[in-house]
């Protein structure tokens, strides 16, 4: 009905009207739904958990064991392994540690693997019956070893310190330490103090945690004494 001083609404601006109205119920009816399901949900509260470093820790309880040409101090935890058939001289012992699946701290003795190649390398010096252990321990070889150097990945020729060693670029992950010398690669010379005859050695630590300790080792190197 036409009054006067009043313009007729149009038909369009009653449909846009509608329009609007339907977008605004369709809005609350899904807000009311989002806040039954959030109030339906259980209060279950997510948090990342702390990282956890593992350290292997030096027990100060140790067991003393003599194998003929030298002794030294194990932990009184870890457990001597019987030396596998071959033409090595080995002695090895391993950590019952199950988080981290067990250190090993092997042996060689005159008989040095001649290709046996390590992730890390420690220099050591013989001082007549004992060790010296000169700087610490290198970071892993493959960080300053020219990869293409060598034809034998699995055992590259590379040094630390001066001293030659052989560094396996092929299993980077493992963490494998070997000692070496000015005695040579994967060797040192020690002299028993009773009989006076001298023996090479080759001392290697794996461990398999993801934050390695190498506490257990250095003790154990500096514990050793020729008889």
């Known amino acids: ?20 109205l339907t977008v605004v119920l369709l809005a609350c009816i899904g807000w ?13 509260v997510i948090t990342q ?10 027990t100060t309880k140790t067991k003393h064991y003599n194998e003929g040409d030298f002794a030294l101090d194990i932990p009184d935890t870890w457990q001597p392994i019987p030396r596998p058939a071959g033409p090595y001289k080995s002695f090895t012992w391993q950590s019952s540690d199950r988080i981290t ?7 060689y003795e005159d008989t040095i693997p001649e290709n046996f190649s390590v992730n890390r390398v420690l220099i050591v010096e013989g001082e ?8 610490s321990i290198s970071d892993n070889c493959s960080n300053y070893t020219d990869q293409f150097s060598s034809a034998n990945p699995l055992a590259a020729p590379a040094k630390w310190q001066g001293v030659a060693f052989l560094c396996d670029q092929a299993n ?9 010398s000015t005695d040579g690669i994967n060797t040192v010379i020690l002299k ?8 090479k050695f080759l001392f290697t630590y794996t ?21």
């Open 1 to 20: 009905m036409y009054k006067a001083g009043k313009r007729p609404k149009s038909k369009r601006w009653r449909a846009l009207k509608w329009v609007l």
């Open 32 to 44: 009311a739904g989002q806040a039954i399901r959030h109030a339906l949900k259980p209060k279950t």
């Open 49 to 58: 958990g702390r990282a956890v470093t593992t350290h292997v820790s030096y």
């Open 101 to 107: 699946d067990g250190q090993v701290i092997e042996i």
């Open 128 to 135: 007549n019956d004992h060790l010296m252990i000169n700087g």
């Open 172 to 180: 980077q992950e493992r963490d494998v330490i070997g000692t070496s």
């Open 192 to 199: 028993s103090q009773s009989a006076g005859a001298s023996h």
């Open 207 to 227: 461990d398999y945690s993801v934050n390695p300790d190498y506490t257990v080792f250095l003790n154990v190197l500096n514990s050793l004494r020729m008889n």
